[in-house]
């Protein structure tokens, strides 16, 4: 491994999509920064590629804005809503429970939770009518 670690990395999803994102902003998902860390001697740490097998592209856009949003608003008090297409809101979840992030220290994603566990106990024909 190179002396010099890169300021980006690159995340791959399950059909192919690449993004470059700040590292510094993909640390902010758990399973992300482990993967990365220098040593944990993972192929991903030696170079600076994740590949998601479990997460298709349109997912990971989202979840790659939400990186850059969480780094942009970390510190601000009056956080606006990030825009989620109510059609991805349950692949989102998973997709952040599998990456283990820290999604807006807490607040926004322990909310999103909720709503997450109560979909869970709903029936099929409940959930449609929840999301319509």
Request: charged content about 25%; hydrophobic content about 40%.
């Amino acid at each position: 491994m190179s002396s010099s670690v890169s300021d980006f990395v690159t995340l791959v999803s399950n059909d192919g999509f690449e993004f470059i994102v700040r590292r510094s902003s993909a640390y902010v998902a758990g399973t992300i920064k482990r993967m990365l860390d220098p040593t944990s001697n993972f192929a991903e740490a030696i170079s600076g590629r994740c590949v998601f097998n479990n997460i298709n592209g349109i997912v990971l856009e989202k979840v790659c804005e939400y990186l850059y949003y969480n780094e942009k608003y970390k510190n601000a008090k009056d956080v606006p809503d990030m825009d989620i297409p109510p059609e991805l809101c349950l692949e989102l979840l998973m997709a952040s429970d599998y990456l283990n992030g820290q999604w807006s220290s807490g607040r926004k994603f322990m909310k999103d939770r909720t709503r997450a566990e109560e979909f869970r106990s709903m029936s099929l024909a409940d959930m449609q009518t929840t999301i319509a």
